[in-house]
């Protein structure tokens, strides 16, 4: 049976349609996207999942006092409402609590645009990621597709590729190169993996099964 799945967004969504784009192409195997929900009303990635006749849905995160409520909502509309099989974080810019990962044990995955565990963690997000590669003076960043835990970008490893840091690069064009050359082909790859049950947890260590 097909799984169903669930993006969560909170701005432009340029790994959300890098994921629609993928489902066009039938690259998303024995999956398919099944609701958008963002945590603020005015994201753009709602409009792309409009335009691809996928549902969309706002859960605003300033409805909420704490984070735990809005883990509690969130769930509740994954599970009830959607019947998610997979959650992909794809520029969710809420902290969650555990009650999401209980739920969907090794089910939540994420993008990170670093080559975890370099530059990841508390604050390391957007264009500070690339930010502090820049500053560090590193040769290659990249983008890490990782299993989502309580504690941030710890999660176990899915899947990363590099991409080369040049001179001159901006943190602007730093973010660009690593969003064409990793995140846009990485996310849609894992996400089809796990559909196909090909991703096994050992650990910390992710296991790529052969097709059967």
Known sequence: MSKRIA????????????????????????????????????????????????????????????????????????????GADLVVMAGFMTILTEELFQAYPNAVINIHPSLIPSFCGVGCYGLHVHEKALEYGVKISGATVHFVTEECDAGPIILQKAAEVLPGDTPEVLQRRIMEQCEWKLLPQAVSLFCQDRLKVEGRAVRILDCL
């Open 7 to 82: 993006v969560l967004v909170s701005g432009g969504g340029t790994n959300l349609q890098a994921l629609i784009d993928a489902q066009g192409r039938g690259e998303l195997v024995n999956g398919r996207i099944s609701a958008v929900i963002s945590s603020t009303p005015d994201a753009f990635a709602l409009e792309r999942a409009k335009n691809a006749g996928i549902p969309g849905y706002v859960l605003p995160r300033w409805d909420f006092s704490d984070s735990r409520g809005y883990t509690a909502a969130l769930t509740r509309l994954l599970r009830e409402t959607v």
